[in-house]
């Protein structure tokens, strides 16, 4: 019988009043008897609308069909089918956007709660499994994949599984990109990310670490030492800022360098070794998941007061629905139609405050979403400690700038033919943020997903002549 409530299980947590200050996971996950209820809500509709919705094409009902009959690793086959990321997509996955939009029990009331149910049933797999991967075939050919992100990982596991010899460039010291970097601990636990990573490495996956492509080795040489094939999936990286005065204080922060030091270098544990200012009073600029990271990252590092500055009201928020309520339920205070004008300096060149101007909205902009206007005589100022930019990034330029052929946007995005991913020089092909800009953990793994088919294509097809 399918369980017919208009709502799906609420996910356990933490208390806010708890996690506010710990790094700590704030989604427990569901248990088995909230696993199985959820799973027969599910009303296994013939077309799979929710399928349609998944950027990486996960067979949806198939596999909560497995959760249902507890055959939870059979489950977990059906999703990795399709993902090469199933713990991770789990977890940060917008599925309210995606999947979950288009399932058939959100026209009247909440629909199935998908993702929560690939987090359990990944993992159950996780927790459960000894069986080793069998690693495919070896196909003869080589392909490189620069980064270590959604996108790479997920070009180079598709490629592995075709049994093709894949080699990952990765700038920093450990692989997941924005995985390990951006996202923080009490979203995704970094040992999750680990976890993911061993997995494609057990497919043959090599991974080289502190590789800079465009500095320590370029695109011409990785073609020079025999990969046939090259995959651009090296994000967006690069902060943006507001060009306003005092963003050249002490104590201002762009969210990447904040998050980074937080998440991949581990200022918040006791004794590290990277210094970040523990502030107590915190402005974040956006209204993105970025920003939403970075306010409840500072709230964690003992700030009394954080504070999201964001220029239009909560209607355009552009962060999920889940980070913005978990923000305020951790304490932290929404400044919205309020836009900063400048960084005021205080003693010894650190940041005192920031002067803010109210906003109004007008009619919609390229984005769709209302033009703020500045409400005339209306500036004030907030009393800081700290200011973060969470206002976007874009791709670093160095790749572009040291290979020949490349053709890219203004902003600095890679061209590159959609789904394929091709670019305009032969053999090479991008996706995920360094062709988009920031997006989302799924659409870059949906990009790495069709580029990897295409460079299969492109090998074969050559290899044929």
């Known amino acids: 019988m399918p369980n017919m409530s208009l709502k799906k299980n609420e996910m356990p947590a933490q208390p806010a009043d708890v996690r506010n200050g710990n790094f700590d996971e704030v989604a427990l996950g569901y248990t088995e008897e909230q696993a199985l209820d959820e799973a027969a809500r599910c009303l296994h509709c013939k077309n799979k609308p929710c399928r349609e919705g998944c950027p990486v094409g996960i067979d949806i009902p198939a596999f909560i069909a497995r959760v249902a009959e507890k055959d939870y690793e059979g489950a977990y086959q059906v999703i990795a089918e399709s993902s090469s990321l199933p713990a991770v997509c789990g977890r940060v996955c917008p599925q309210e956007t995606q999947c979950e939009k288009h399932c ?156 980074t030091r937080v998440n991949l270098m581990k200022a918040y544990q006791p004794g590290s070794e990277t210094p970040i200012m523990h502030a107590d009073r915190v402005a974040v600029v956006g209204g993105g998941n970025v920003a939403m990271d970075a306010a409840r990252c500072a709230k964690r590092l003992g700030a009394s007061k954080v504070y999201i500055v964001y220029r239009r009201g909560a209607d355009e928020l552009p962060a999920r629905a889940e980070e913005v309520e978990h923000a305020k339920e951790e304490g932290i205070e929404f400044r919205l139609l309020t836009n900063p004008i400048e960084i005021l300096r205080g003693e010894n060149g650190f940041v005192s405050g920031i002067r803010c101007e109210k906003m109004e909205l007008g009619e919609p902009d390229a984005s769709g979403r209302r033009r703020p206007i500045p409400v005339r005589d209306s500036a004030f100022d907030m009393e800081l400690d700290a200011v973060i930019m969470a206002i976007g990034t874009s791709p670093n330029p160095l790749i572009k700038s040291t290979t020949k052929g490349l053709e890219t946007q203004k902003w600095g995005g890679i061209v590159a033919e959609e789904p394929s991913g091709q670019t305009s020089r032969e053999g090479v092909f991008a996706g995920g943020d360094a062709v988009t800009g920031a997006a989302t953990v799924i659409l870059a793994m949906g990009a790495g997903k069709s580029s990897a088919h295409a460079i299969d294509e492109y090998i074969r097809s050559k290899s044929a002549k």
């Open 104 to 259: 058939v029990r959100a026209i009247k009331g909440e629909s199935v709660g998908i993702g929560r149910l690939e987090r359990f049933v990944a993992d159950y797999h996780n927790n459960h499994s000894k069986a080793e991967a069998v690693r495919p075939v070896s196909n003869g050919h080589r392909v490189a994949v620069i980064g270590s992100g959604p996108a790479g990982l997920t070009c180079a596991g598709e490629l592995a599984r075709m049994g093709y010899d894949v080699t990952v460039f990765e700038a920093l010291h450990l692989p997941g990109g924005v995985l390990v970097y951006g996202i923080p601990e009490f979203r995704l636990p970094k040992a999750i990310v680990s976890r993911e990573v061993e997995t494609l490495r057990s497919l043959g996956v090599k991974i080289e670490t502190n590789v800079v492509v465009g500095k320590s080795r370029s695109i011409d040489e990785l073609f020079e030492s025999g990969f046939e094939a090259v995959f651009i999936g090296s994000g967006a990286g690069l902060p943006k800022f507001m060009n306003i005065p005092g963003e050249n204080l002490k104590g201002v922060y762009s969210a990447n360098e904040f998050l």
